[in-house]
């Protein structure tokens, strides 16, 4: 059995809780997505941003209001930002092993990312809607 004649546990006693929660592949799954959506839309823009090098402050302030540049942008900030909380999140849980430390991280990451991302989205919202 094991080496320790004293321990009368079964393998599945002594590995209890030290094996997989079966939560990993969806944050897996959730990385890549996010990590796709924002490629795609920090591709458009790029495009938006190449396209007005020496623009006129009216020109990309319309830009920006265009309801199609709007959404690209928004869901570029959320993309960015989720992906941002997901890579955090990660290396927090590899790196910090005291408990309330890394609840501490976990709760200034959500927060902060959280945070940013809605003034991010009220800022393009703001311009797109004309105040």
């Known amino acids: 059995m094991n080496g320790n004649a004293k321990d009368l546990r079964t ?22 997505i996010t990590a796709v959506a924002t490629g795609l839309s920090g ?12 623009a006129e402050y009216a020109f990309v302030h319309g830009l920006v209001a265009d309801p ?38 976990h709760l200034a990451i959500l927060f902060i990312c959280a945070l940013a991302a809605i003034a991010s989205v009220l800022a393009v919202l703001r311009i797109a809607l004309g105040s």
Do not use: C
Request: charged residues 10%; aromatic residues 12%; proline residues 3%.
């Open 68 to 105: 199609v540049n709007a959404t690209a942008l928004i869901a570029f900030l959320i993309g960015i930002f989720w992906h941002a909380k997901l890579g955090l999140q990660v290396i927090v849980e590899d790196y910090i092993h005291a408990p309330l430390a890394g609840a501490v991280a």
């Open 43 to 54: 591709l458009w823009l790029l495009g938006m941003l190449l396209s007005m090098r020496t």
């Open 11 to 32: 393998p599945l006693k002594r590995a209890y809780g030290l094996g997989s929660a079966k939560d990993g592949t969806h944050h897996f799954i959730w990385q890549r």
